[in-house]
Antibody, heavy 122, light 109 residues
Framework: QVTLKESGPVLVKPTETLTLTCTVSGFSLSNARMGVSWIRQPPGKALEWLAHIFSNDEKSYSTSLKSRLTISKDTSKSQVVLTMTNMDPVDTATYYC??????????????WGQGTLVTVSS | QSVLTQPPSASGTPGQRVTISCSGSSSNIGSNTVNWYQQLPGTAPKLLIYSNNQRPSGVPDRFSGSKSGTSASLAISGLQSEDEADYYCAAWDDSLSWVFGGGTKLTVL
């Protein structure tokens, strides 16, 4: 059974750096057909993609947030870490990690973690 | 504002067929496949359709997807009360990013 679980602080202050960890099980981060993505959802709003990383260390970031994001992985620990600098109240959201499955040229997110709500407030 | 355009809401009565549209551009839907996700209230999104029209194991065949040009659609036939949820389309964009729709809230009347 494939599962992903997000962990990190529930409350951060403005200007602080957020560090989130996604711990995966049921698949390996060294699997060439798979990657992990971070996606967030502000309360009552739509999903917003943030970043992804694949087994070959291919990384990609949201254009609008690229300067604030860093994604990395520790294959031995089955963990993917996302850091977001200079947090602001508008970054308050539920942050999800999701496995990316690839087949030929197609990609999709499956499954998703349960999500973790991060509130930015002083 | 989301890159892919979805209607904010849709509704139908039990047993009816409803469709949800998703409009994009040549750099996303026009050149890559579309996926659909269902988000039940208070839960994480779940894969509903991948590669335009493929259903993962366990997804009822009442759900179907299609794509034409730079638009895609999700159809739900035999609408049931448990289908009440938010639905999101998504696609890879050639600018090396994922893009989502703004979501459609489906109400079963």
């Amino acid at each position: 059974q494939v599962t992903l679980k997000e962990s990190g602080p529930v409350l951060v202050k403005p200007t602080e750096t957020l560090t989130l960890t996604c711990t995966v099980s049921g698949f390996s981060l060294s699997n060439a057909r798979m990657g992990v993505s971070w996606i967030r959802q502000p309360p009552g709003k739509a999903l917003e993609w943030l970043a992804h990383i694949f087994s070959n260390d291919e990384k990609s970031y949201s254009t609008s947030l690229k300067s604030r994001l860093t994604i990395s992985k520790d294959t031995s620990k089955s963990q993917v870490v996302l850091t977001m600098t200079n947090m602001d109240p508008v970054d308050t959201a539920t942050y999800y990690c999701a496995r990316i499955v690839t087949a030929m040229a197609d990609r999709w997110f499956d499954p998703w973690g349960q999500g973790t709500l991060v509130t930015v407030s002083s | 504002q989301s890159v892919l355009t979805q209607p904010p809401s849709a509704s139908g009565t039990p047993g009816q067929r409803v469709t949800i549209s998703c409009s994009g551009s040549s750099s996303n839907i026009g050149s890559n496949t579309v996926n659909w996700y269902q988000q039940l209230p208070g839960t994480a999104p779940k894969l509903l359709i991948y590669s335009n029209n493929q259903r993962p194991s366990g997804v009822p065949d009442r759900f179907s997807g299609s794509k034409s040009g730079t638009s895609a659609s999700l159809a739900i036939s035999g609408l049931q009360s448990e289908d009440e949820a938010d639905y999101y389309c998504a696609a890879w964009d050639d600018s090396l990013s994922w893009v989502f729709g703004g979501g459609t809230k489906l109400t079963v009347l």
